[in-house]
Structure formats: C-alpha cells, structure tokens
C-alpha cells in the first residue's frame, strides 16, 4: 500500500517524506551554512505540515553540493559531531521527527580523502545509524570507500532500516546485505544526473523484489549550470512494484505509507518467490533444508580477496586521471 499524501501516520507502519531537494550551488563555507539552515527549516516545515511523519530523508550532496573544484577541501567537509552535524540532530529533536542527512566527512585520517556519509537520527536527536558510501561513482568520485560495513538499526513503525548512496544501489551484492541483517526499509539517497535515470528506477525495483524489502530513494532535483538531477523520489513495494513515483520537480515532497511488517510477513510466509531464503537453499524439495554450499566462483574469490574478472587486463578506466585525479592515492588538492 501507498500513501495519496496523507497527514496521519498509518498505526501500524510509519509516514516517510522524500524531499527532491534543488541541487545546491555551493562556493564557500557560508553557502554550506545557509544551505544546512534551510534544510532544517524544510525539515521543521514538512513535519508541520504533516504531523504524522515519522521519517523525512535528504538527498546525497544535499547540504555541501557538487562543486568538484573544491569538494574535498577542508572548508567544503563536515565532521561527525561538529556544530553543523549537530544542528540537524537538534532539528529532529525539536520537531519530533526522524532525519536522514547527507555529509562530506572528513576522515579522521588526515592523509586520507574524505568519506561520503549518510546519518540517521531518530525523534530524540539521537545518531542512530552512521554509514559511508562503500562505492563511489569512480571514476569522477574521489571518496575514500567506506569502512563501516551496511549498519541496520530499529526504526519507527516496526522498521529496519538501512542506507546506501547513490552508486551503492547499482550493486545487488549490497543491497542483499542489508537484506541478510534484517533490513525491511533500504533507503537510497542519490546525486544522479538524467544519464541513469532509468537505470535508477530500474535497480530501486529489483533491489525491492530480490530482497522482499521496501525501497525507498530520492535524488537531488533541478540545473545546476552543469548538470541536469532528476528528482524523481520513490517507494517501491516488498513485491518489485512501484507505490509511488515523484516528477521532476525541485522541492516535491514525496510521502509514502510503508507497513514493514508485510515485508517481514512475507519474508515467514511465501513459498515460491521466497528469494532471499531460496537463494541459501537451493533445491530443498530434493534435499531436505536445502543445499547449503556456495556455488558461486566470484563469490569465493571474493571472499578471498582474489576478485578477478576475465577480461580485466583489457579494462581501460581503472584510476581517476580521466578527471584529473593523481593516480599515486592519499589525500590531495588541498
């Protein structure tokens, strides 16, 4: 089930709000200032407006912008616990509401390149769940991968709830983890320009249907003298289906009624599209409980460290020097 734009918290699930935020132009640490200050302005709003939401999600590059010149500098990073993190800890306190917020985080290494983060707090201000980006649109993203695995933590409503950001959701692997640890809520928070539009669409639907779990996503919305975004918030059903889709406009909110527990119920109760169980399983009508050990090559190798494609010595694009990065790694253009 969907929401039509409700106001009121279903009793049994949660109201979540997706925000087509306008890609913001950012050029200075002021314009990062005034731009956190507007979001938690349309955060005390939106939950105005509707009393019952419990969850309002931000898209990726939300508050520090695109600005590739100048992205991993230390006026353009955030730290965790630093006084603008924080204002959007006392926002969701004040106004009683769940928050997902996207940062550039500065590494605690200061050697190291930043970290593309995303964090959850819940109603009380609290940090419920800290991830940074696993995979970065290499080869135009210079952050360093994430080393925080894919946390799942409680959420309201009966949720679980997890994150990944943007490219993250292009990996099926990724989202199954999520899956694997109990998540019933897989939020994808997203910078895309129009080139993988459908794409988007497409793999927020599959990560849904693979892992009999709600998708929800949002991108950022509107020009930003470079590139055209998207927007386009939604929320797909535990069944692959599409609940709602959002248009291409900056600042639509997109609401939704998610009830994990029909994600939960029938991750008990079905039989044939059982995926997430089926795939460690295999064939449990021949053999009882099922099959149990891995037949997949790039799966073992991976786990050994020996991930080797068959044609990779023919990969053309393996660093970031068709954008102008050095290839030596570590931190630079500071």
Request: net charge negative; aromatic share 12%; hydrophobic share 35%.
């Amino acid at each position: 089930m969907g929401s039509i734009g409700s106001i009121s918290r279903p009793s049994e699930g949660m109201l979540m709000g997706l925000v087509q935020y306008p890609v913001p132009v950012v050029n200075s640490r002021r314009d990062i200032e005034a731009n956190v200050d507007r979001i938690c302005e349309a955060t005390a709003a939106t939950k105005a407006g509707y009393p019952g939401m419990d969850l309002i999600v931000w898209p990726e590059y939300s508050s520090q912008g695109l600005n590739t010149k100048k992205w991993v500098t230390d006026e353009f990073l955030m730290d965790v616990e630093g006084p603008l993190f924080q204002k959007y800890a006392q926002t969701c306190k004040e106004n009683d509401v769940w928050g997902l917020f996207s940062i550039m985080e500065r590494n605690p290494n200061k050697d190291q390149m930043p970290y593309n983060t995303a964090v959850i707090f819940n109603n009380k201000g609290e940090l419920a769940l800290k991830y940074r980006k696993l995979n970065p649109w290499v080869p135009i993203e210079p952050w360093m991968p994430g080393d925080l695995g894919q946390p799942v933590c409680d959420g309201p409503g009966g949720s679980k709830l997890s994150v990944c950001i943007c490219h993250d959701g292009m990996f099926p692997e990724q989202a199954r983890e999520a899956a694997y640890k109990g998540c019933n809520v897989y939020i994808r928070i997203s910078g895309y320009s129009t080139q993988v539009n459908d794409q988007w669409i497409l793999t927020n639907r599959s990560n849904a249907w693979h892992n009999l779990m709600y998708t929800a996503s949002v991108n950022l919305a509107g020009y930003d003298g470079v590139f055209y975004y998207f927007g386009e918030g939604q929320v797909c059903n535990f069944d692959g289906t599409t609940l709602v889709q959002g248009h291409r406009n900056p600042w639509e909110i997109v609401t939704a009624e998610v009830y994990p527990q029909l994600a939960d119920q029938a991750r008990r109760d079905w039989g044939l599209e059982n995926n997430i169980y089926n795939v460690g399983t295999r064939g449990y009508v021949a053999v009882p409980g099922g099959v149990k050990e891995c037949p997949y090559t790039w799966v073992k190798d991976f786990a050994k460290g020996e991930y080797r494609l068959p044609w990779e010595d023919d990969i053309k694009i393996k660093d970031g020097s068709i954008y102008g990065y050095p290839t030596t790694g570590g931190r630079f253009g500071l």
